[in-house]
């Protein structure tokens, strides 16, 4: 299997709550080789006030991230206005990959902007050890290696 660049969202100013899940997620993730680019999104002290950098940097980094990543892969159980942007700009702008992680116990449904998309992966998952298979299983679409082609 070949290692992708991976960008990870999560919300932000949405709230906190999940940074030990997204932790586990990007560490699980990186124990497969895969290189990922998360910031903010896995930083234990960053508040829903969001970082020091003003937002006119943290925009031009993420964006920069985004088109240099080979898929993007964002937890959407916490609604953030900000990873629905980076989604979509992953794909319509970039063409990248997505696969959403969605836990529906956490909200009452996931929004139809992303459970509606057909090509958005979206995994549903209520435990991480329920998800990491599943996770493992997608990215394998993701990073073979074609046919006659040396792995990177």
């Not at 080979?70 to 953030?80: C, H, N, Q, R």
């Not at 549903?124 to 599943?134: C, F, K, T």
Request: hydrophobic share 45%; with cysteine.
């Amino acid at each position: 299997m070949r290692r992708k660049t991976i960008y990870f969202a999560g919300a932000i100013s949405g709230g906190r709550t999940d940074v030990a899940l997204y932790r586990q997620i990007i560490e699980a993730l990186e124990s497969e080789g895969h290189h990922v680019l998360a910031g903010a999104v896995a930083a234990e002290h960053v508040t829903s006030s969001g970082e020091v950098l003003d937002s006119f940097a943290i925009f031009d980094r993420d964006l920069g991230w985004i088109a240099s990543a080979d898929l993007l892969i964002a937890e959407v159980s916490m609604p953030s206005t900000g990873v629905g942007y980076e989604i979509a700009t992953a794909r319509y702008r970039y063409g990248i990959p997505v696969i959403c992680l969605y836990r529906p116990a956490h909200t009452a449904r996931c929004t139809a902007m992303v459970s509606g998309d057909r090509g958005i992966e979206l995994i549903e998952y209520s435990e991480l050890a329920d998800l990491l298979p599943r996770l493992h299983a997608a990215l394998a679409k993701y990073t073979a290696t074609p046919p006659g082609l040396p792995p990177r």
